[in-house]
């Protein structure tokens, strides 16, 4: 059973950094892209940023690139790293995971999601 577990939410002033953790479980994800997104109140949820399992590839939303960096360590956690906070960057942050295929990672339909964690981006 696949699981994705969010952690590294809460309260940052903007301009500050915060990282986000996704502990991934369950299966093998070496042929799957692991996503971050986010949904603001209010607003549909968006996509942020996803990387292939392998580090081949990275995908940014245009409104994050350059500040955000998707990473992973070499067991199976995939990190979300946060730099130059925005108020507009105040959302519940999701993991999730998709099998590798032609589809576009940037709005393909992922498989697996896990349950979110909260930022909150003071001005």
Do not use: H
């Not at 952690?7 to 990282?19: F, K, M, N, T």
């Not at 990387?51 to 994050?64: E, H, L």
């Not at 925005?86 to 999730?96: G, L, Q, S």
Request: aromatic share 14%.
């Amino acid at each position: 059973q696949v699981q994705l577990v969010e952690s590294g939410g809460g309260l940052v002033q903007a301009g500050g950094s915060r990282r986000l953790s996704c502990a991934a479980s369950g299966r093998t994800f070496s042929s799957y892209y692991i996503g971050w997104f986010r949904q603001a109140p209010g607003k549909e949820r968006e996509f942020v940023a996803a990387r292939s399992w392998s580090g081949g590839s990275t995908y940014y939303a245009d409104s994050v690139k350059g500040r955000f960096t998707i990473s992973r360590d070499n067991k199976n956690t995939v990190y979300l790293q946060m730099n130059s906070l925005k108020p507009e960057d105040t959302a519940v942050y999701y993991c999730a995971a998709r099998r590798i295929t032609t589809a576009q990672p940037r709005t393909a339909k992922y498989d697996y999601w896990g349950q979110g964690t909260p930022v909150t981006v003071s001005s």
